[in-house]
């Protein structure tokens, strides 16, 4: 996609594209954008969540690509009803293929939850951050042997370990089962869930509320774990929009609904503290799936939920 196009000449999915994705867990197996969704009628017994289904199939080999078919391309399709017609339930698809792990075996650290190894403990990345912290201070002109400062390099670090946490959290750790059968198809809205996260352009805060909202199909996900999948995309290095379409994907992953629809308000410090120093801006963002974005109606619905007082 070029992105010297203006913004009012690309299409939804086009400005979904845009949207950057880079430290979603799993992002590279996920599809990208709302043409790489589809929405199905099959019942609730017969269909399972995007994590069940790759951990249940981990063996599964590509098909083999017919001549004049294209090799690793997302498709749509609609999978007939097999009994009472439901909702249309909104479900990621995979592109079919997953990166070999070339190239990381040797990492010192890696967050990619798809591969084998596994990362060393935060405990054990605190001296080396610490140092980092103490050479920051150094370069100030400070001097960190001073009483203030002598142990700040280590609490800092620890901070810093505790506003990223959210890399070593995935979907399924969180959920921790606390999806549920139920016959419920009306809209479900929490709001004003707090958020605090760090803006990766210059590691200062940025913080507000999210508003989640989901329609069911026949399956419910506890009300805390809306709470908690915000915690684990908001504490990492983010920028607001990516934060916003990240919730409304885990969501749609965990409990595949007829549609998500996610907004976000945020202040910013790196605009307060800095910059153009405008303390009373807030920004807004929203990710609207399935039906949030295709019927005016349900969006208009969830949106006046959100504004209430």
Known sequence: MSFTRQLSEMSASELNDAIDDTNFPQAHIL??????????????????????RALSQPEEQPAIPQPGSAVGTPTDELVPSSGATNRPRLILKTNGSIP????????TFHHDLELDHKPPTREALL??????YRLLL???????DRQGLIKTPERAAKAMLYFTKGYD???EDVLNGA???????????VKDIEMFSMCEHHLVPFYGKVSIGYLPCNKILGLSKLARIVEIF???LQVQERLTKQIAVAVTQAVQPAGVAVVVEGVHMCMVMRGVQKIN??????????VFRDDPKTREEFLNLVNSK
């Open 31 to 52: 599809s990208r954008g709302r043409n790489n969704s589809v929405c199905s009628t099959s019942s609730t017994s017969g269909t399972s969540s995007l994590a069940d």
């Open 100 to 107: 070999e792990n070339d190239g990381h075996e040797k990492c």
């Open 127 to 132: 001296p080396d951050m610490a140092r980092s």
């Open 138 to 144: 150094g370069g100030l002109g400070e001097n960190p």
């Open 169 to 171: 959290q995935c979907l």
């Open 179 to 189: 999806v549920f059968d139920e016959d419920h198809d009306e809209m479900v809205v």
């Open 234 to 236: 908001s504490r990492r």
């Open 281 to 290: 801006s807030k920004t807004v963002t929203s990710t609207m799936l399935g």
